[in-house]
């Protein structure tokens, strides 16, 4: 598949919570983390969104927040992804962070020069990347 989304995470679905109008899709990776997308009820039905088959989750790089540190708050955030930083490419105003999670997949977010400089960014630092459940977009094979 090409996309424009730099983020292509490959799992198979855990888990399908069905709301009123939402719902709530798990998405486990192969390294064990899961990835929770909020996505309609009536895209579950159209797509044959199901337990145990496997989807593909889309995020773009701009959705991804990059914290180094959590200074012992908790947030909202339903995907918080640990990893490690394998690459740092700079610009002018914004740069790419590329994390490495445990099970092999990347993550690629768009960060501003600023937020490099101030969080001291730098390849091999352990770094959780953190989007909404609202920001992903799930695939299934036709």
């Given at each position: 598949?090409?996309?424009?989304?730099?983020?292509?995470?490959s799992?198979?679905?855990?888990?399908?919570?069905?709301g009123s109008v939402n719902a709530e899709v798990i998405l486990e990776l192969s390294g064990?983390?899961?990835?929770?997308?909020?996505v309609t009820k009536e895209s579950v039905e159209s797509l044959g969104i199901k337990t145990g088959i496997s989807a593909?989750?889309?995020?773009k790089a701009p959705q991804i927040i990059v914290v180094s540190d959590f200074g012992g708050y908790k947030i909202s955030a339903r995907n918080q992804l640990?990893?490690?930083?394998s690459?740092?490419?700079?610009?002018?105003?914004?740069?790419?962070?590329d994390i490495e999670l445990k099970g092999g997949q990347k993550v690629a977010a768009t960060v501003t020069v600023d937020s490099i400089?101030?969080?001291?960014?730098?390849k091999g630092q352990t770094v959780t990347a953190v989007f909404k459940?609202?920001?992903?977009l799930l695939a299934i094979p036709a």
């Amino acid at each position: 598949m090409k996309t424009s989304a730099r983020n292509q995470f490959s799992g198979v679905i855990k888990e399908v919570v069905i709301g009123s109008v939402n719902a709530e899709v798990i998405l486990e990776l192969s390294g064990g983390e899961l990835i929770v997308a909020a996505v309609t009820k009536e895209s579950v039905e159209s797509l044959g969104i199901k337990t145990g088959i496997s989807a593909i989750a889309l995020v773009k790089a701009p959705q991804i927040i990059v914290v180094s540190d959590f200074g012992g708050y908790k947030i909202s955030a339903r995907n918080q992804l640990s990893g490690t930083i394998s690459r740092v490419t700079p610009g002018a105003v914004n740069s790419e962070v590329d994390i490495e999670l445990k099970g092999g997949q990347k993550v690629a977010a768009t960060v501003t020069v600023d937020s490099i400089n101030t969080l001291g960014l730098q390849k091999g630092q352990t770094v959780t990347a953190v989007f909404k459940a609202g920001a992903v977009l799930l695939a299934i094979p036709a």
